[in-house]
């Protein structure tokens, strides 16, 4: 855009937020039980998309304690200053522990029946390991429905972006809205990417009993 036009402005409408940080590295590696924790390989149903935990409440476990409380005390800031949500207590619904192998990769997907989101790496995160790629919105841009020619260097604005990769290091903590899509690169290293997944809803009553929506989630931590 140039000074030909007078008082232009565009708009950047509902961002998509993506929260980082690092995990104190005493809570980092007091869990030693993801190392150690039964891993299996649903290739028949699943693809080859990596191992995973036969535990899928790894966080609960009772050496996750602190880092558990760290993390859902950050949820809860995330969900009430940023994402606006009036939740005072937040649960984990499910985790586990992912490993990607040389050769192995994960799909564009979500995380249906969850609120929030992350992912913990705890296991390697040097240069060149895949780290995760978030995805446009599939009904955003023109792309649907026309095939328009794009300039090769599109990258100063975001307003093009198809996808963003979004690089990491053991210790990185990841929090984004559930629907928010994304995979991982195909490992091309020698070395196993290893992460904890996590699902988050609101403990208490989702909706609203006055107009039917009502539903309750109360999970025992």
């Known amino acids: 855009m140039n000074d030909t036009y007078k008082n232009l402005e565009i708009a950047s409408l509902f961002p998509t937020p993506l929260l980082r940080v690092d995990i104190p590295p005493e809570l980092s590696t007091a869990c030693n039980i993801f190392d150690n924790t039964e891993l299996w390989h649903d290739k028949e149903s699943r693809g080859d998309y990596g191992l995973h935990s036969k535990n899928t409440y790894i966080m609960d476990e009772p050496e996750c304690v602190d880092l558990k409380k ?69 009904f955003q841009g023109t792309g649907q429905s026309i095939m328009l020619r794009e300039k090769a260097d599109k990258r100063p604005s975001p307003f093009a972006w198809k996808t963003f990769t979004v690089p990491f290091k053991a210790g990185t903590l990841l929090l984004f809205p559930s629907w928010f899509r994304h995979s991982v690169p195909i490992n091309k290293t020698e070395y196993t990417r290893k992460s904890v997944s996590m699902n988050i809803v609101p403990k208490g009553m989702l909706g609203d009993p006055n107009s039917l929506t009502e539903l309750l989630f109360n999970k025992v931590l």
Do not use: C
């Open 70 to 138: 760290f993390v859902l005390n950050l949820v809860k800031d995330f969900a009430q200053n940023t994402l606006m949500y009036d939740y005072d207590e937040w649960t984990f619904s499910q985790t586990w522990v992912t490993w990607k192998e040389p050769g192995q990769m994960h799909v564009p997907h979500t995380h249906p029946n969850s609120v929030i989101s992350g992912v913990f790496f705890y296991g390697y995160g040097e240069e060149g390991t895949p780290a995760i790629e978030f995805h446009r919105n599939e």
